[in-house]
């Protein structure tokens, strides 16, 4: 099992920045890769972006590249999402993942967080 705990979310205004983090327990975090997820109302949940357990492999969404960081602290059990150049369509709930084989697709994760809002202001 593998507890994932998100933090950083909050309401900021366009042409902003958030950074995420996803703190992982449970069992050992490295060996996972891990995925950023969103969604927002009214609409399915959407892949944003993943890394591979050694940091080597690295996905982004269209519509996020160029603007967000996806990263991981091994020795911290810890991700991040560093989002930069905030739009108000990136608003959504925001959730990491953890799965034993890097993936775009929702289904491919085992273990979710709770989520952390993110409201980017027009």
């Known amino acids: 099992q593998v507890q994932l705990v998100e933090s950083g979310g909050g309401l900021v205004q366009a042409g902003g920045s958030l950074r995420l983090s996803c703190a992982a327990s449970g069992r050992t975090f490295s060996s996972y890769a891990m995925g950023w997820f969103r969604q927002a109302p009214g609409k399915e949940r959407e892949f944003v972006a993943a890394?591979?357990?050694?940091?080597?492999?690295?996905y982004y969404a269209d519509s996020v590249k160029g603007r967000f960081t996806i990263s991981r602290d091994n020795a911290k059990n810890t991700g991040y999402l560093q989002m930069n150049s905030l739009k108000p369509e990136d608003t959504a709930v925001y959730y990491c993942?953890?799965?034993?084989?890097?993936?775009?697709?929702?289904?491919?994760?085992?273990?979710w967080g709770q989520g952390t809002q993110v409201t980017v202001s027009s």
């Open positions: 890394i591979s357990w050694s940091g080597g492999g690295i």
């Open positions: 993942a953890a799965t034993s084989t890097i993936s775009r697709l929702p289904q491919g994760y085992a273990y």
